[in-house]
C-alpha cells in the first residue's frame, strides 16, 4: 500500500468498533477522504491522543487499492481551534460548515480552494467573527466551487438582461434572478434588494474571505442567509441537519 501525506480537516467521526474509528477528513491534496483509524480510542494510540472532529492535522494514510476506506497510520495535530469548543452558536456554526462541505463535494477530488474556504471559516468562527456572516461568505462561495454560482446577470429561466430595478425575484429552484416574464414558473420566488445581489457576486468569486469584516446591514444579511438556505435545500433535496441551529 503506498502512504500519503496530507493536510486534512475531520468532518465526521463514527465508531468502527470498541477502539477503532472511521474519520471523514476533507484534504487539500484529494478532497473528501475516509479512513479506518485503528486503536484510535485506546488511550494510547498512534494519533497523538483521540481524534477529534473540526481540528487541522496534517495526516499519513495507507492508499487502499479496491476500497475507498484507506488506513490512517499518522495524525499530527495543527490546530483545535478553540474559541469553537467554547461556545454551542459557533461549535454549530463549524458543524454545519462541515455538514455542507461533506455533502457538496465529490469523494477523493482534490479542489484547494475547498480545503481553504473550510480552513478560513474554521478560523474566523474560533476567532469570534460574526457567525452569520462567516456561513453566508461560506454559503455562497462553496456554491460557486460547486459549480452553482446562482446566475445574477441574467434571468435563470430565460437568459434575458436582468432589469436595473431597486428590487428583483430571486428563485432558488431556478438557481438566480428572474424575470418579470418568468417569476410565474417559480411561486417560491422572493423579492430581493438589487444591492444585496451586488454583496451576492462579490462573496460568489471569492474576492471576500471569511475573516472579512463585512458591514452588511442585519436585514440584508438575513435576506440572503435565508435565500441560500432554501439554494441549498434545494439543490441537496433535504435540509441539512445542522440548518435549524444556525
Ligand atoms: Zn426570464
Known amino acids: 500500500m503506498a502512504h500519503e501525506k496530507a493536510e486534512a480537516i475531520t468532518i465526521r467521526l463514527t465508531d468502527f468498533s470498541e477502539t477503532s474509528q472511521v474519520a471523514w477528513f476533507y484534504t487539500r491534496e484529494c478532497g473528501r477522504l475516509s479512513c479506518l ?16 472532529l473540526l481540528c487541522h492535522n496534517q495526516i499519513v494514510f495507507a492508499r487502499k487499492k479496491h476500497s475507498t476506506l484507506h488506513i490512517l497510520t499518522e495524525c499530527k495535530l495543527r490546530d483545535r481551534f478553540m474559541g469553537l469548543r467554547a461556545d454551542v452558536g459557533r461549535l454549530y456554526a463549524a458543524l454545519y460548515a462541515a455538514e ?10 482534490g479542489q484547494p480552494e475547498v480545503f481553504d474556504l473550510l480552513l478560513g471559516t474554521l ?5 469570534d467573527e460574526q457567525p452569520d456572516q462567516v456561513l453566508l ?5 462553496l456554491l460557486a466551487l460547486a459549480g452553482f454560482a446562482p446566475s445574477l446577470d441574467v434571468c435563470a429561466a430565460c437568459g434575458s438582461a436582468a432589469q436595473q430595478e431597486k428590487s428583483v425575484r430571486f428563485s432558488a429552484a431556478l438557481g438566480g434572478v428572474v424575470c418579470s416574464k418568468c417569476r410565474g414558473q417559480d411561486p417560491k420566488s422572493v423579492g430581493v434588494p438589487s444591492a444585496a ?8 468569486n471569492g474576492a471576500v474571505t471569511p ?14 442567509r435565508k435565500l441560500m438556505k432554501a439554494t441549498y435545500c434545494h439543490h441537496l433535496g433535504h435540509e ?3 440548518m435549524r441551529y444556525v
Open 123 to 127: 478560523r474566523a468562527l474560533s476567532d
Open 100 to 109: 455542507l462541505v461533506r455533502e457538496m463535494t465529490p469523494e477523493e477530488e
Open 197 to 204: 445581489l451586488g454583496v451576492l457576486g462579490r462573496l460568489a
Open 211 to 224: 475573516a472579512a469584516t463585512l458591514t452588511l446591514p442585519d436585514r440584508m444579511l438575513a435576506v440572503l
Open 37 to 52: 483509524a485503528k486503536g484510535a480510542k485506546r488511550d494510547r494510540n498512534n494519533f497523538e491522543g483521540r481524534l477529534d
Open 137 to 141: 461568505i461560506l454559503e455562497v462561495r
Open 240 to 242: 441539512p441537519k445542522l
